[in-house]
């Protein structure tokens, strides 16, 4: 039932939806369904078309389960299965994607100029710091989602953060 998915692994669910028992993974698409869907929204700025990736992602991780390695790793597959999707999308549309901001934080002003740096950075690195950010992810788990070796993962963090650092310059120092 419902507690024994609560209380259960990512990796116990993989085994037992793998098993035949497709309530598991359910159980683990009710768990991540809105991070992926965030991640996804972060990527893309279109809320309706996020869910839809974040749909399609469980709906292709269900297909090729299978391939998972390391089912302890499921939500950082599934999100990686969300990123590939949101690139194809993205890379398909001849329009640039719009930069809808979500509601503002503590300072609206800030938080703009964070996501509008942010979502000038190259593809790679945007990927990088959503992730890792927004998205909450470990190295090994960025390493899982986006398919390249750790060292990759830190590698892109530093060149994201130097240039985010560099864009945000004056409006990080107008706060001191």
């Known amino acids: 039932g419902a507690t024994v998915a609560g ?22 698409y009710r768990r991540h369904r809105e991070r992926v869907a965030r991640t996804a929204y972060l990527l893309v700025r279109d809320p309706s078309l996020a869910q839809d990736l974040a749909q399609e992602a469980f ?4 297909r090729d389960l299978k391939r998972l390695r390391d089912p302890s790793l499921f939500r950082a597959w599934v999100t990686g299965i969300a990123v ?15 930069r809808s901001v979500p509601a503002p934080e503590a300072d609206p002003d800030r938080d703009l100029a964070v996501r509008a740096a ?12 959503v992730l ?11 390493a899982a989602a986006l398919r390249v070796p750790a060292g990759t993962v830190k ?7 130097g240039r985010l650092a560099e864009q945000l310059r004056g409006v990080v120092e107008e706060e001191r």
């Open 7 to 28: 209380s259960s692994t990512d990796a116990e669910l993989v085994g037992r939806a793998r098993a035949g028992y497709p309530r598991s993974y359910e159980a683990l």
């Open 59 to 62: 709906l292709v991780g269900w």
């Open 84 to 98: 590939n999707l949101a690139r194809r999308t993205v890379r398909g549309s001849a329009r640039e994607t719009p």
């Open 118 to 129: 942010v979502s000038a950075l190259p593809r790679r690195l945007r990927e990088a710091v």
């Open 132 to 142: 890792r950010f927004y998205g909450g992810f470990t190295e090994a788990e960025m």
């Open 155 to 161: 590698s892109r963090l530093a060149r994201a953060r």
